[in-house]
């Protein structure tokens, strides 16, 4: 595989608007060819959504999921800018299979990396630090190995870096850049939540044997 340098991912994204790490993976599955690349970013949707995104995305619908048996049901958010594209199918569909991810994705709080509290992210790199396999390390390379990964333990929390269900070539970000391709329209998911049946509910554990035996005592 050809080296990718930050000189050629910076002229990729000066041609065609895309993000840096969607213009360093192109150029990664292209072998390092600019054009190819630029081609593949298109092919995505991702060059013509990247220059969408700066647009308000104040229209689009609320979608919803409720998984086999009825014990896991999904509510999410997804904007676009107009009403028009929003009861589109090719829109509709997005948000159901977005809602679906969600019902798959039980570790997934946040919708991107950038929306999860700087506590969290403060709490996961505490826990990090105190792993055994650290122990006795110099500070300097405690900080860069918990960096990575906590950097790893944040992208799971997040929905749009997931790995897309039903095609695990994509993430969940790539797949809402190529409905925005599709349509012209910048889309966004701005927010969800998940409902788990029973959850925080306290169910009072009976002693069978202790109950059995006071029946009798009586």
């Not at 595989?1 to 990729?12: Q, T």
């Not at 000066?14 to 600019?34: I, P, Q, R």
């Not at 060059?47 to 609320?62: D, L, N, V, Y």
């Not at 790893?152 to 070539?169: F, G, V």
């Amino acid at each position: 595989m050809a080296e990718i340098s930050a000189k050629l991912v910076k002229e990729l994204r000066d041609v065609t608007g895309a993000g840096m790490m969607d213009c360093k993976k192109a150029l990664a599955e292209t072998n390092g060819d600019k054009d190819k690349a630029v081609e593949w970013l298109r092919q995505k949707g991702i060059a013509s959504a990247e220059k969408k995104s700066g647009r308000t995305a104040a229209e689009g619908a609320i979608g919803s999921y409720i998984h086999t048996g009825a014990r896991v049901g999904v509510l999410v958010e997804v904007n676009c800018e107009t009403d028009f594209v929003a009861r589109g199918e090719i829109f509709q569909e997005l948000i159901r299979n977005v809602a679906m991810q969600i019902a798959a994705c039980p570790s997934v709080d946040y919708v991107k990396v950038d929306d999860i509290p700087a506590e969290v992210a403060e709490r996961e790199k505490q826990i990090e630090m105190g792993r055994d396999d650290l122990a006795g390390k110099k500070e300097e390379m405690k900080e860069k190995i918990v960096a990575g990964r906590i950097g790893k333990r944040l992208k799971e929390m997040a929905l749009m870096d997931q790995a897309y269900i039903k095609d695990s070539n994509l993430t969940v970000d790539e797949l809402v850049k190529q409905v925005s391709g599709k349509v012209g329209e910048n889309i966004q998911v701005r927010r969800f939540v998940r409902f788990n049946l029973g959850e925080g509910i306290e169910v009072e554990k009976m002693d069978f044997a202790a109950e059995v035996a006071a029946m009798q005592a009586a």
